[in-house]
């Protein structure tokens, strides 16, 4: 069966850490995501990538930064943690029948 | 530029009773239409697509039919369950649009027995 898979479930940080957040698929999909999750809020898009060192930057991609060294692998970085970063981080792949495959997700808490 | 809006919830309803949630999307060209569940601590999940004007996407019990006249793909489902409580996303891709997908903000639906 097709799997997305988010490093952690749950992540607690300090304010100024440098945080990775990694995600791994093994469908060989091109494009993947990366999205954070607030209520009320929905979801927003950080950053994706079609291809292997191939990156844009979403919605929100201040305060961010990603890594793409192999297909299967895309990596989040905030450089610098701050509180107003903690939230949900979603992984995702996409197929080429245009179908989302998601991680489980990741909660950071920033203290 | 593309935009999906949905509903606000949170929508609670009883057990066996009937579910519309709606969606209506503004975007040029011929989006695919999709919904999407998140079941408590989970991440999404695809729930049901459809790609073309009259498609009617189904699975589990819901259905949505791209209706392109009233730029529209509301969720349905005849007889709701417990565990149907769920948050539900309406989204569209567009092939202009490099694959991202355009999210709605989710839907919360609490389903009581």
């Known amino acids: 069966d097709v799997k997305v898979t988010q490093s952690s479930r749950y992540l607690v940080k300090r304010t100024g850490e440098k945080v990775f957040l990694e995600c791994v698929q093994d469908m060989d999909h091109e494009n993947m995501f990366w999205y954070r999750q607030d209520p009320g809020l929905g979801l927003r898009l950080i950053y994706f990538s079609y291809d292997v060192k191939m990156k844009e930057k979403g919605d929100i991609p201040e305060g961010y930064s990603v890594s793409r060294e192999k297909k299967e692998r895309f990596s989040l970085i905030l450089e610098s943690a701050s509180t107003n970063q903690t939230s949900m981080y979603l992984c995702?792949?996409?197929?080429?029948?245009?179908?989302?495959?998601f991680g489980s997700g990741t909660q950071l808490s920033v203290l | 530029g593309d935009s999906v809006t949905q509903m606000e919830g949170p929508v609670t309803l009883s057990e066996e009773a009937c579910l519309t949630i709606n969606c209506t999307y503004t975007a040029t060209g011929y989006p695919s239409l999709f919904w999407y569940v998140q079941y408590p601590g989970e991440g999404l999940q695809l729930l049901l697509k459809?790609?073309?004007a009259d498609d009617k996407g189904s699975n589990k019990g819901f259905e949505a039919t791209y209706r392109k006249e009233t730029t529209s793909f509301h969720l349905e489902k005849g007889s709701v369950q417990v565990s149907d409580s769920a948050v539900y996303f309406c989204a569209l891709i567009n092939a202009g649009n490099n694959r991202k997908l355009i999210w709605g903000l989710g839907t919360s639906l609490a389903v009581n027995p």
């Open positions: 995702a792949s996409l197929s080429t029948g245009e179908k989302l495959f």
């Open positions: 459809a790609t073309k």
